[in-house]
């Protein structure tokens, strides 16, 4: 992702970013007319300046773990749920093994809400190179 250097502070750098390809297909009138601002960090000491532009590294979402970290465990709590619903009361029919499935859904959701609550994701990304 390219942006231009809007302001420095330090080692963390503003960037103002443009409208993407995919900005234009978008019925979003607001993202359109007013600026982006993503804050970024310079570790490499790179010699910015203002006006600038910079190509910036994103994640890789899939890759990066971020999608994994909170669809897995949903998934993994209503399947323990839902067997362990069928373990603790064999007699127990498909709705209330549902219904325990989609309690340990919940119980392992609100478990993974607060970890990244508590520790969230760095949300700064660093500036990898200067456009010429």
């Known amino acids: 992702m390219t942006g231009r250097v809007h302001s420095l ?3 963390t750098v503003t960037i103002s970013l443009g409208t993407d390809s995919a900005c ?3 019925m979003q009138q607001e993202c359109k007319t ?3 601002f993503l804050k970024a960090k310079n570790p490499c000491r790179l010699p910015l300046a203002i006006g600038q ?3 910036i590294k994103t994640p890789k979402a899939l890759l990066g773990g971020q ?5 897995f ?4 709590g209503f399947m323990g749920g839902f067997m362990l619903t069928g373990f603790l ?11 325990g499935g989609v309690l340990g859904l919940f119980i392992l959701a609100s478990l993974t809400y607060l970890i990244h609550k508590k520790y969230p994701a760095e949300t700064t990304l660093p500036v990898v190179e200067i456009v010429p």
């Not at 999608?67 to 669809?71: I, M, P």
């Open 67 to 71: 999608a994994f970290t909170a669809l």
């Open 89 to 99: 009361v064999p007699a127990s029919g498909d709705p209330a093994r549902a219904a």
């Open 53 to 55: 532009v910079v190509k």
């Open 9 to 11: 502070s330090g080692t």
């Open 73 to 76: 465990p949903p998934i993994v």
């Open 24 to 26: 234009f297909g978008c």
């Open 34 to 36: 007013r600026a982006r």
